[in-house]
Nanobody
Framework: QVQLVESGGGPVQVGDSLKLSCTASERTYAMGWFRQAPGKEREFVAS????????YYADSVKGRFTISRDNAKSAVYLQMNSLRPEDTAMYYC?????????????????WGQGTQVTVSS
């Protein structure tokens, strides 16, 4: 059982930045970030291949968010800039036993508990 622990969320103002972190209990493969706002379905945010060479982003965050990883620390990060109220959600880190990044939640086997991001105007 892989344990994932997210951190870095919190309340911020419009235009602010936050960096989310996720640490895994074992070697990481492809990793992803998803988010879920109240009353909405979980949605893809970003993913990164094991090598870090391939990344994918949701259209809504392209140019504002950056996913990165540190395999030596079994960690993945999500740098979020120019935050908007619509970015308010619980953010989840996800893990899949594959080297290839993936954009569908169904492709991930393990999930963290989430970290709340609240953006107010």
């Amino acid at each position: 059982q892989v344990q994932l622990v997210e951190s870095g969320g919190g309340p911020v103002q419009v235009g602010d930045s936050l960096k989310l972190s996720c640490t895994a209990s074992e070697r990481t493969y492809a990793m992803g970030w998803f988010r879920q706002a109240p009353g909405k379905e979980r949605e893809f945010v970003a993913s990164i291949a094991w090598s870090g060479a391939t990344t994918y982003y949701a259209d809504s965050v392209k140019g504002r968010f950056t996913i990165s990883r540190d395999n030596a620390k079994s960690a993945v990060y999500l740098q979020m800039n120019s935050l908007r109220p619509e970015d308010t959600a619980m953010y989840y880190c996800a893990f899949r036993r594959s080297s290839y990044a993936y954009t569908e939640a169904s492709g991930y086997e393990y999930w963290g508990q989430g970290t709340q991001v609240t953006v107010s105007s």
